[in-house]
């Protein structure tokens, strides 16, 4: 198998392309702050958070992105004793647009846009996602998110939607599509239920822990494995090449 046998790339945006992991944690200082654990490890505080995100969106999973994320915070605050008001909770719900690229990110998929269709299929809505767009500084050729299923990954149902569309709307069948993402929870896990390749971004290759996704079941499989995009570019190139 090699990375020119596919047409399309499909990905996770958040962890992925968007550094969902310092957004997050950047948004979530005040109520560290608040909570007096400023001593705590930025991992310990994300494998935190991901509890409550993964309970919250199992429980809500048609809840709009931005308030779920609302939820989540006053979650967290509950557990931590803390009180906050509406205005604290929404301003963390609306932080999605603050969440930065990762520095590969804009460079990889310009190159990657040369040589393949490029998709989202994220646990997002599309008012959020329309401001990382624009820090990725590409155009995708479909967006698939949670607001348009009803559903978060890792779900099913999510990337039945995908592949019906893009079997719909492009006439891309599975063996046409590599799914591109950091989280083998989110994405890889289910990814190998429908018999789909993958390529693991492990963005978090020098951390220790799960941070903000939560442990996959199992040991989801992958047949490519890089530390960035810019090292996705750099293999496409290379078998090219050869």
Avoid at 29 to 45: M, T, V
Avoid at 56 to 79: D, G
Avoid at 132 to 152: H, I, K, M, P, W
Avoid at 163 to 184: C, M, N, P, V, Y
Wanted: one cysteine or more; proline letters at 5%.
């Amino acid at each position: 198998m090699k990375l020119t046998d596919f047409k399309v790339l499909t990905f996770d945006c958040y962890g992925t392309l968007i550094d969902w992991e310092s957004g997050i944690f950047n948004a979530l200082k005040p109520l560290i702050e608040k909570a007096g654990y400023g001593n705590r490890s930025r991992n310990d505080i994300l494998e935190n958070y991901a509890k409550h995100e993964s309970d919250q969106q199992l429980l809500t999973p048609a809840l709009a992105y931005p308030v779920l994320l609302s939820v989540v915070y006053r979650r967290l605050a509950n557990e931590w004793s803390v009180g906050v008001t509406d205005e604290e909770a929404n301003t963390f719900g609306a932080s999605v647009p603050d969440w930065p690229a990762f520095p590969d990110s804009v460079e990889a998929l310009q190159y990657l846009k040369q040589h393949y269709k490029l998709v989202i299929l994220s646990n997002i809505d599309r008012l959020s996602f329309r401001s990382s767009n624009v820090r990725l500084g590409v155009e995708f050729d479909a967006v698939y998110t949670a607001q348009d299923v009803g559903s978060y990954k890792p779900n099913p149902r999510n990337f039945a939607y995908m592949l019906g569309r893009l079997s719909r709307d492009f006439g891309f069948k599975k063996e046409d599509i590599l799914h591109t993402a950091q989280s083998l929870f989110h994405d890889h896990a289910p990814a190998n239920d429908f018999g789909l390749a993958g390529a693991w971004i492990d963005r978090r290759h020098a951390d220790q822990g799960w941070g903000a996704t939560m442990p996959p079941p199992g040991t989801p499989k992958f047949n490519f494995r890089f530390n960035s995009m810019i090292e996705l570019a750099e293999a496409h190139k290379a078998a090219l090449e050869a």
